[in-house]
Structures are given as C-alpha cells and as structure tokens.
C-alpha cells in the first residue's frame, strides 16, 4: 500500500506491505532507529512515539494506520538546535542509564507537560506507567520530568 | 579534581535518539534470521523438513541442527565446561529451544518462512520439577553424554560441616526454614541479538552484539569455530541493558556467524521477548533449606544450608571455574558466625539453561537472601526484634580483615554504624509504634530489614577464571600531544556510564579535566584483553585498572618533567595536578605541558623513549566488599493480598564514590529489581513444561506505581586493596532488597502465625498464604 506520514515535520511516501508495523517504518523505512523495539505486547513502552501529539505504542500501530498523520520521535524534539526541556531534565537529574526506554519516555513526559504544565508526583507516576525501565528504578525519570515542568514554568514567567 | 557529580557523557547520544545498539545496526546487502524453536519441553526429534522453506523465494538459507553437525557446530561448550546444543539434532530440552535457523532478505519473510518448516516430534516425558530430578524412574535428558545415567549435574560443598553439626548438637534454639529463591529472568529491554559479517576475502569475521564480555566471546568463537581469533573482532556496541543475561554466547548468535559464512552476506539476528524471555540465561532457581543454631539470649553460632540447584538443560552458569554454586558460600553474611556449612546439588531439567545472571554477583543473592531471611525467622522465634538481633550479631568493625567461616576475607566495614543510619532515616522505632496501632486495628503493615556483603570484583587470577581464563583486566591509556587523552578498557557499559566514571578516574590521576579523556570500550579490536562487566567488577578490577595505569603515565610525565625542569625525578612532587620541585609550586608543569614536551624535540632523559602512553594488566589482589542496610515498609491488604511498598531506605557503603550521582542510580534501579523479583515476576512452568512467564503480560515488570520513592543513606568506608578504595555497586541493591521486601510482607502478615513465603508474592500468592494454603511459585498453580 501507498502511504504517507509525516514524521517530525517532514512528510515520507512510501509503498509498504499492509502487516508493516509503525515502528518499523520508522527505524527501517526510514532509518529512524531512536525508537526501540521491546516486546512485541505493548508492555514495555521503549517503542513510544507521537501519534497527533499522542503516545502511542508504535509495535501495536500498523504503518498505513499513520497514512496521512503526523507523527513525532525522539530525533524531533530538538529543535533548530536547541534541545527541549524534557531532555535536558534527563540529562540533568540522571534520568537514563542504558537509554533504552529514553526516547519513550521522553515522548511521554513531553506530552503530559504539554497537557499538564506543573504536574506532581502522582501525576508523572501514572503518565509513564505504561513505560519499563529496567536502569533507573523511575525515581530520577520522575526528578527528570519535574526539572522539565519547572524549566518550563520559569521560561513562562 | 574529577571525582563527584558530573553529568554522563553518554546522555548527548541517548536523549536524541542517537544511541547504536546492535539493532541498529545496519550494512549493505544484509539478510535476516529467524530462529524455528521446539514447543515441546522434551521431544526426540524424528525428522526435519525444510523443504519447503528453502523454497520461499526471500530465503537464502536454512540451516539445521544436521548442517551444524556437518561442520563440528552442532554443539557448543558453556561457559561451565558443559556442552549446550547450538541446533538441535537428536531431542529437544527445552521449550523454546533452538531448532533451525533461516535466512531471508527481510525479518518478516524469515518469519514467514519458519512456518514452512515440518517438524516430527516424539514428546518424551519432561523433568520439570527439580525435586524430583534425581528420582530413579526420572528420564534421563542429557544422554547426549557419555555414559549418563541420571540428571545429577554436580555436588559441592563448602564449610566445615563437622563443627556446624556440633553447635547445632548443642545449640540451646535452632530454626530451619524451606525457601525457594525462584527462578527469574533479568529481561534488559533490549533482546539478545547479532549482526554477523563474514569476508570471504580478508577472512575476517565481525560481530556486533550486546555482549558484556566482547573479549570472552572471541575467544570463544575462535575455539568453537576454529576460527583464527585475530580474524575475529566483536563488536558490543550501545547495550540496552545486560544485568547478566547478555555475558554468555547464545546460540542464535552462532547461527547468525553460520549464516554469514553460508551466504557470504551479513546477517541480523535479533530474538523478539517470548524467545528472550524463555532462552536466554535465567537466574536463580535454588531450591534451600537453611537452619540457624543459637543462643536463647540471640547470638547466632551456626548456620547450615543444603541447595537443590535446578540448572536447565544445560549446566550453562558464567562463574569461575572453582565454584560451581558461584559465591553461594558467603551465605553466613555480614554476621560473626563461629560455624558455617553448605552443600549444593545441581541438577538438570527440561528448562533453559542459565542460572548466574541478574545482577547476582555469582549467586549471592541466593545467599544473602537465605541468611537475611533466616535471621528473621530466628528472630520470630525468639520473639526478638530483627533489627535489634542483626545488631547483636553483626561482624564489628575491629574484626576487620574478617575472616568468614567459609574462608572468604572482608576487607573492611562499619556495619553497626550503616545499620543504625538505616533505622535513624527509616525512624525505626517510631514505625513500629504505628506498627502496634495498626495491628490494633486489624491493619496489615510490615517493616522488614536485610542486611548484606558482598564480594565483587572477580577476581585474583590464581583463584578465578573462565575456561582457563583468569579474571584480571587490562588498560591502556595514551595522552596526545595537547594533554588529551584515551583510555581503552575490557570492561563493557550496559548503562552504568563507564564513559564518564572512567574518563573522571584518569582525570583525577592527571589532573586534567574528565571531559578530555575518551573511553572507548566493547571492541575487541580497539581495546586489551580482559573478561568484561558483570558481577559488579567494572570499577574493583577495570576502574582499577584504570587508576593504575593513569598513575604509570604519571611517573613518567614525572620523568619527562624533571628533564623539562633540569632536575632530578626526585626532586619533584605531584601537586594540584601538576609536578613541581618540591616547595616550589611556580615551576608546576601540568600535563598538557608535559605530554607535548614528550612528543617534542626536548632532550629525554637515558631509558625514556618518548611519549607517555602505558598499558597495565589489573589482577585484583581480593575481591571487594560493599554491603548495606535495608529497610522496607509494606501495606497489605488482607482482602486481596495486595502489598503496597509505602517506603524503602537503603544505605549503601560501596566505599569511595567516584560519581555519586551514578552510583545512586544504580542503587535505585536494584531497589526497583528487587520489588519485581519479590512482589511480581513469575516464571513457573506447568507439568509439560510450558513456559507461563513468557511476555510482559504474563511476566510482570515493575512500572512507576509499583515502587516507591527511594529513600538513600551512604557510609564510606574504603576498599583497602584498591586502588582509590572504591568497591562495586552495580548489583548492590538487587542482592540486597529482596529479603527486605519479603521480610516486611512476612512482618506483616505475624498476626497469621506466618514466618515464611516464597517469592514472588503475588496478590494471589499472599491471600493463599493468608489462608494458611501457600503454593509452589515455581510450578502452574496446583
């Protein structure tokens, strides 16, 4: 089938068979490889990416369901230069160790402070509940994500 | 200086995406491979059919277990001198185990065409439960082996029993205790995979794969293959977690090298989570019966333990050679016991092979797990506090050196004073008030402490080895013209931020910052031979090594300076990161300077040739021995049997902390391990040997809501054998929280006369155990 996404901004048309899965496309297709693989059930969340500014599991999206959407990975939240807030907060409060959830997680975090600007504890605890780490045991993913609203929150003022 | 917090270099990569892990990977013309796994548990095989297969118009290749034959490769050794089947041949042993191997110019056609393959199975009967292993009328798995009559793997003992059987004869109390520390798998987010690439022209055959030991894999392959080993480089690129699982060579991985040779084209292998959850090296599975013999007044004199160590398949465990049970033998603890004595039987069953992974530092998880647990089961006993009886019995500070009943020598510690932080942080008394209140009311709140040692940092070269391969681990290290540097070590990150830690241990030697020192590590035609990560020994043995090269450098900028300085080496003292004339801090030269006058023109002195690059090879004099205190609050619902953790303090002392920050973040993410392990992964097996844990959905990970917000607390106290008396941390927390979980589930379920259950303690597990009806965790729920 013929489809169309764009991803990150810039759209990509390509011929792909019907059973193609999104997170194939992405790290195949289109050499896109930040967005991981992990386990196949929607488990996991390393595979997380925007679909209209949603997360979703992209290894339980089929490719030509994103035809004519906007997708966003982790190569596009920096922009011209400049990386987002929620990345440098992973950097800052230790929030990664293998980095192979990371982009996931970042995906997530930017969305929940997209619709949650100063979110507590609780409320970063259930965004990313559905996202395994395996390194951090969370507790610098939820410090990361609160630096993120905080930078965030002072750029405001 | 360099040593503190600092941020990671490698976060740049990671936090856009840029990460290469081995899936990543990929090379012009490159194939796929699937691998065709048994369903069965035990089945003779009666034939293969890959006829059809073949035909598949994306397939390049079928291999099976006969074509392997035709080549010496059907099988392979383990990393414990056992054999491990690479394809099947004659039985499958296991459920998942590796069939046939397909080749195709796409992932989903080498997928499609594995259902093109006819397997004739002859089910055999499957030896799942490892209790019943050594029964008489038990089938036999490994008649691959000569001679083999049973499924008995090994026995081996440590201790003296003798003396242990005497105290307990006289012993005024003593406890014995059944526990199962089931069977778990690590489960890294990322899956186990290669990427393959065989020159026929050159000869030359790389491989990248997620390996925490890229050096041990070459030489293993070039004994397996019989390839030459410098026409052998791996590569371990980016990892997406290792914890253990990814130190042994799999079979898929040799399949992928085959297929690479057979089509002349690079291959990818990479297995989805069913297969890496139901193949790939799992941990535990021990099998004790523990008994304590004591004073009435608290005061432990002996500790006895018997194992059934249940091993797989195949005996296929990572440990140095001498000990077949690992570290297991450190069971008597952190406590100053007069008589300790083990003794472990392993066996093999129709499961995967595995059993040392999982940040167990060589099983002693098992063994911490045992004490800790036994402990509180004396304490119950004896109607005495646990806290208060670890107290009692804890090894003092003056003991060390200590000398432990099993012969193992802890270097050094404090473990009174960590203990009592714990419970100043965790407010211990103020907890067990509200404890007494609770259970007034009916309320099921529980407080459990663990205490651990451990022994990392494998190790003295006369002591251990891996297939004849001693433990120690070299370094080399260059510093360019300008004063920058490059360090090349054996060791391998799967996410412990060797990048940084490292490069901010010879900053420190050098006096240079730690941003101008690169590390470059998992690539074996780019560093020296060592064994690599795991069983916390990144930092006892390579960090060391790192110090220890740095500092030979340093003695011969020493030299270099002097010339520069027209004075005699002697003269000058090492200073703010510089070498000057001794009370005469003006003529400092710092290393930048001293390194281009190395490369320059500059008259050297007789026996300098130049340059101050150097190379060490690190053979650890003793291992290195972090412990810590633990202290869990649980809630639990009576209900359902759902436990809450409501707060967890750990106190760590893993000696001087090079980045606090890292170390911290391996603490956590040990902590959250060991919720998992206590509260959620189940991996049983029903009586055919089907396996129920083989997805996240069946195999439960703890997420965010499960853990809670880890609460730390830090003693130092300095290796005294290493260099700059770090000790490991990596698998601290892992080692450590589970007995403090279950120890608090136990607490809090007193008011039913419980003193034990096994892990995982699932919703479910917990309300039969309430009921007074626990079940095996390690077998389908009768």
């Given at each position: 089938?013929?489809?169309?996404?764009?991803?990150?901004?810039?759209?990509?048309?390509?011929?792909?068979?019907?059973?193609?899965?999104?997170?194939?496309?992405?790290?195949?297709?289109?050499?896109?490889?930040?967005?991981?693989?992990?386990?196949?059930?929607?488990?996991?969340?390393?595979?997380?990416?925007?679909?209209?500014?949603?997360?979703?599991?992209?290894?339980?999206?089929?490719?030509?369901?994103?035809?004519?959407?906007?997708?966003?990975?982790?190569?596009?939240?920096?922009?011209?230069?400049?990386?987002?807030?929620?990345?440098?907060?992973?950097?800052?409060?230790?929030?990664?160790?293998?980095?192979?959830?990371?982009?996931?997680?970042?995906?997530?975090?930017?969305?929940?402070?997209?619709?949650?600007?100063?979110?507590?504890?609780?409320?970063?605890?259930?965004?990313?509940?559905?996202?395994?780490?395996?390194?951090?045991?969370?507790?610098?993913?939820?410090?990361?994500?609160?630096?993120?609203?905080?930078?965030?929150?002072?750029?405001?003022? | 200086?360099?040593?503190?917090?600092?941020?990671?270099?490698?976060?740049?990569?990671?936090?856009?995406?840029?990460?290469?892990?081995?899936?990543?990977?990929?090379?012009?013309?490159?194939?796929?491979?699937?691998?065709?796994?048994?369903?069965?548990?035990?089945?003779?095989?009666?034939?293969?059919?890959?006829?059809?297969?073949?035909?598949?118009?994306?397939?390049?290749?079928?291999?099976?277990?006969?074509?392997?034959?035709?080549?010496?490769?059907?099988?392979?050794?383990?990393?414990?001198?056992?054999?491990?089947?690479?394809?099947?041949?004659?039985?499958?042993?296991?459920?998942?185990?590796?069939?046939?191997?397909?080749?195709?110019?796409?992932?989903?056609?080498?997928?499609?065409?594995?259902?093109?393959?006819?397997?004739?199975?002859?089910?055999?009967?499957?030896?799942?439960?490892?209790?019943?292993?050594?029964?008489?009328?038990?089938?036999?798995?490994?008649?691959?082996?000569?001679?083999?009559?049973?499924?008995?793997?090994?026995?081996?003992?440590?201790?003296?029993?003798?003396?242990?059987?005497?105290?307990?004869?006289?012993?005024?109390?003593?406890?014995?205790?059944?526990?199962?520390?089931?069977?778990?798998?690590?489960?890294?987010?990322?899956?186990?995979?290669?990427?393959?690439?065989?020159?026929?022209?050159?000869?030359?055959?790389?491989?990248?794969?997620?390996t925490q030991a890229?050096?041990a894999?070459?030489?293993?392959?070039?004994?397996?293959?019989?390839?030459?080993?410098?026409?052998?480089?791996?590569?371990?690129?980016?990892?997406?977690?290792g914890f253990g699982g990814k130190v042994g060579?799999?079979?898929?991985?040799?399949?992928?090298?085959?297929?690479?040779?057979?089509?002349?084209?690079?291959?990818?292998?990479?297995?989805?989570?069913?297969?890496?959850?139901?193949?790939?090296?799992?941990?535990?599975?021990?099998?004790?019966?523990?008994?304590?013999?004591?004073?009435?007044?608290?005061?432990?004199?002996?500790?006895?333990?018997?194992?059934?160590?249940?091993?797989?398949?195949?005996?296929?465990?990572a440990q140095?050679?001498?000990?077949?049970?690992?570290?297991?033998?450190?069971?008597?603890?952190?406590?100053?016991?007069?008589?300790?004595?083990?003794?472990?039987?392993?066996?093999?069953?129709?499961?995967?092979?595995?059993?040392v992974a999982y940040a167990c530092s060589f099983?002693?998880?098992?063994?911490?797990?045992?004490?800790?647990?036994?402990?509180?089961?004396?304490?119950?006993?004896?109607?005495?506090?646990?806290?208060?009886?670890?107290?009692?019995?804890?090894?003092?500070?003056?003991?060390?050196?200590?000398?432990?009943?099993?012969?193992?020598?802890?270097?050094?510690?404090?473990?009174?004073?960590?203990?009592?932080?714990?419970?100043?942080?965790?407010?211990?008394?103020?907890?067990?008030?509200?404890?007494?209140?609770?259970?007034?009311?009916?309320?099921?709140?529980?407080?459990?402490?663990?205490?651990?040692?451990?022994?990392v940092?494998a190790?003295?070269?006369?002591?251990?080895?891996i297939?004849?391969?001693?433990m120690?681990?070299?370094?080399?290290?260059?510093?360019?013209?300008?004063?920058?540097?490059?360090?090349?070590?054996?060791c391998q990150?799967q996410?412990?931020?060797?990048?940084?830690?490292?490069?901010?241990?010879?900053?420190?030697?050098?006096?240079?910052?730690?941003?101008?020192?690169?590390?470059?590590?998992?690539?074996?035609?780019?560093?020296?031979?060592?064994l690599g990560t795991y069983g916390s020994r990144s930092?006892?043995v390579?960090?060391?090594?790192?110090?220890?090269?740095?500092?030979?450098?340093?003695?011969?900028?020493?030299?270099?300076?002097?010339?520069?300085?027209?004075?005699?080496?002697?003269?000058?003292?090492?200073?703010?990161?510089?070498?000057?004339?001794?009370?005469?801090?003006?003529?400092?030269?710092?290393?930048?300077?001293?390194?281009?006058?190395?490369?320059?023109?500059?008259?050297?002195?007789?026996?300098?040739?130049?340059?101050?690059?150097?190379?060490?090879?690190?053979?650890?004099?003793?291992?290195?021995?972090?412990?810590?205190?633990?202290?869990?609050?649980?809630?639990?619902?009576?209900?359902?049997?759902?436990?809450?953790?409501?707060?967890?303090?750990?106190?760590?002392?893993?000696?001087?902390?090079?980045?606090?920050?890292?170390?911290?973040?391996?603490?956590?993410?040990?902590?959250?391990?060991?919720?998992?392990?206590?509260?959620?992964?189940?991996?049983?097996?029903?009586?055919?040997?089907?396996?129920?844990?083989?997805?996240?959905?069946?195999?439960?990970?703890?997420?965010?809501?499960?853990?809670?917000?880890?609460?730390?607390?830090?003693?130092?106290?300095?290796?005294?054998?290493?260099?700059?008396?770090?000790?490991g941390?990596g698998e601290?927390?892992?080692?450590?929280?589970?007995?403090?979980?279950?120890?608090?589930?136990?607490?809090?379920?007193?008011?039913?006369?419980?003193?034990?259950?096994?892990?995982?303690?699932?919703?479910?597990?917990?309300?039969?155990?309430?009921?007074?009806?626990?079940?095996?965790?390690?077998?389908?729920?009768?």
């Amino acid at each position: 089938m013929r489809i169309t996404v764009s991803v990150n901004g810039q759209p990509h048309t390509r011929d792909v068979e019907p059973r193609l899965l999104l997170v194939h496309f992405l790290r195949d297709e289109l050499g896109l490889t930040g967005t991981h693989w992990g386990c196949d059930t929607s488990n996991c969340g390393v595979c997380t990416v925007q679909l209209d500014g949603v997360p979703v599991k992209s290894c339980t999206v089929l490719a030509v369901m994103a035809d004519g959407h906007e997708v966003t990975t982790v190569e596009g939240l920096e922009r011209d230069g400049e990386l987002d807030a929620v990345q440098k907060g992973f950097v800052e409060c230790h929030g990664l160790q293998c980095g192979f959830c990371t982009p996931g997680m970042l995906l997530t975090a930017r969305r929940l402070l997209d619709t949650v600007p100063d979110p507590d504890e609780g409320q970063i605890r259930e965004a990313i509940s559905g996202q395994l780490c395996r390194c951090t045991g969370y507790e610098n993913i939820v410090r990361s994500i609160r630096w993120a609203a905080a930078a965030e929150g002072e750029a405001r003022r | 200086m360099s040593h503190g917090r600092m941020h990671r270099k490698e976060d740049a990569r990671f936090i856009r995406g840029r990460g290469n892990y081995t899936d990543d990977v990929r090379l012009p013309g490159m194939l796929y491979g699937a691998i065709l796994r048994s369903p069965y548990a035990h089945a003779r095989i009666v034939s293969v059919d890959a006829s059809a297969a073949e035909a598949h118009p994306k397939v390049r290749a079928v291999i099976i277990g006969q074509t392997l034959a035709g080549l010496g490769l059907a099988w392979m050794p383990t990393l414990s001198r056992d054999t491990q089947a690479v394809l099947a041949t004659d039985k499958v042993r296991f459920q998942g185990q590796e069939v046939a191997f397909v080749v195709a110019e796409d992932a989903y056609s080498a997928r499609d065409a594995l259902e093109l393959i006819d397997v004739e199975y002859e089910p055999l009967d499957a030896v799942i439960d490892a209790r019943k292993a050594l029964d008489p009328d038990a089938p036999v798995i490994r008649d691959d082996l000569e001679g083999r009559t049973d499924n008995h793997v090994f026995d081996w003992e440590a201790g003296d029993g003798e003396r242990a059987d005497a105290l307990f004869a006289q012993a005024e109390v003593t406890v014995a205790q059944d526990m199962l520390y089931p069977r778990v798998h690590p489960a890294p987010l990322e899956t186990c995979g290669a990427v393959a690439d065989f020159d026929k022209v050159t000869g030359k055959l790389t491989v990248w794969c997620p390996t925490q030991a890229p050096h041990a894999h070459r030489t293993l392959y070039a004994m397996v293959a019989g390839l030459p080993e410098h026409k052998i480089r791996v590569i371990s690129p980016d990892i997406g977690g290792g914890f253990g699982g990814k130190v042994g060579i799999y079979p898929g991985y040799v399949c992928a090298i085959v297929g690479s040779i057979v089509t002349g084209r690079p291959v990818k292998w990479m297995e989805d989570r069913s297969e890496n959850l139901m193949s790939t090296s799992f941990a535990r599975d021990y099998h004790m019966r523990g008994e304590i013999a004591a004073t009435r007044d608290g005061r432990i004199r002996a500790i006895r333990v018997k194992v059934l160590a249940d091993h797989g398949a195949f005996n296929g465990t990572a440990q140095p050679t001498k000990f077949p049970a690992g570290f297991f033998h450190v069971f008597s603890g952190s406590y100053d016991i007069e008589a300790a004595h083990c003794a472990v039987t392993g066996v093999y069953t129709n499961k995967a092979p595995g059993g040392v992974a999982y940040a167990c530092s060589f099983r002693i998880t098992e063994a911490v797990y045992l004490v800790e647990r036994m402990v509180d089961v004396l304490a119950a006993e004896l109607g005495m506090d646990p806290a208060e009886l670890r107290l009692r019995n804890l090894i003092r500070p003056e003991q060390f050196p200590y000398r432990s009943p099993t012969g193992w020598e802890y270097d050094s510690g404090d473990y009174p004073r960590a203990l009592r932080l714990a419970m100043d942080l965790a407010g211990y008394d103020k907890l067990r008030a509200e404890q007494a209140d609770r259970r007034a009311r009916g309320e099921l709140m529980g407080i459990g402490v663990s205490f651990f040692t451990e022994a990392v940092g494998a190790g003295p070269r006369k002591h251990m080895d891996i297939l004849g391969l001693g433990m120690a681990d070299g370094a080399e290290l260059r510093v360019h013209p300008t004063g920058k540097a490059v360090l090349r070590v054996s060791c391998q990150t799967q996410g412990q931020g060797h990048e940084t830690t490292f490069a901010q241990i010879v900053g420190q030697e050098l006096g240079i910052p730690a941003d101008d020192v690169e590390v470059v590590h998992g690539d074996t035609d780019q560093t020296p031979f060592g064994l690599g990560t795991y069983g916390s020994r990144s930092t006892p043995v390579s960090g060391a090594a790192a110090a220890i090269v740095s500092r030979k450098v340093r003695e011969r900028a020493r030299i270099v300076a002097a010339a520069m300085l027209e004075a005699s080496p002697d003269d000058l003292e090492w200073a703010d990161g510089r070498w000057a004339v001794v009370g005469d801090p003006a003529t400092g030269r710092s290393m930048a300077e001293i390194a281009l006058a190395a490369h320059s023109d500059l008259e050297l002195p007789e026996g300098v040739e130049g340059h101050l690059d150097a190379v060490t090879v690190y053979n650890p004099p003793n291992l290195t021995y972090p412990f810590g205190a633990y202290i869990c609050v649980v809630d639990v619902d009576p209900g359902t049997g759902q436990v809450k953790v409501r707060r967890f303090v750990a106190v760590d002392d893993c000696g001087v902390r090079i980045n606090p920050m890292i170390v911290e973040g391996q603490i956590h993410g040990g902590l959250a391990d060991g919720i998992g392990m206590a509260l959620m992964q189940v991996m049983a097996f029903d009586e055919d040997g089907n396996h129920l844990g083989a997805s996240f959905m069946d195999y439960l990970l703890p997420t965010a809501m499960e853990c809670p917000s880890w609460e730390l607390g830090e003693t130092v106290t300095p290796s005294p054998t290493h260099p700059i008396g770090a000790k490991g941390v990596g698998e601290s927390a892992t080692v450590g929280s589970p007995a403090a979980v279950v120890n608090a589930v136990v607490d809090a379920l007193a008011p039913y006369g419980v003193r034990h259950a096994d892990m995982p303690l699932t919703p479910a597990n917990v309300w039969r155990v309430i009921n007074g009806n626990p079940f095996r965790t390690d077998l389908a729920i009768p």
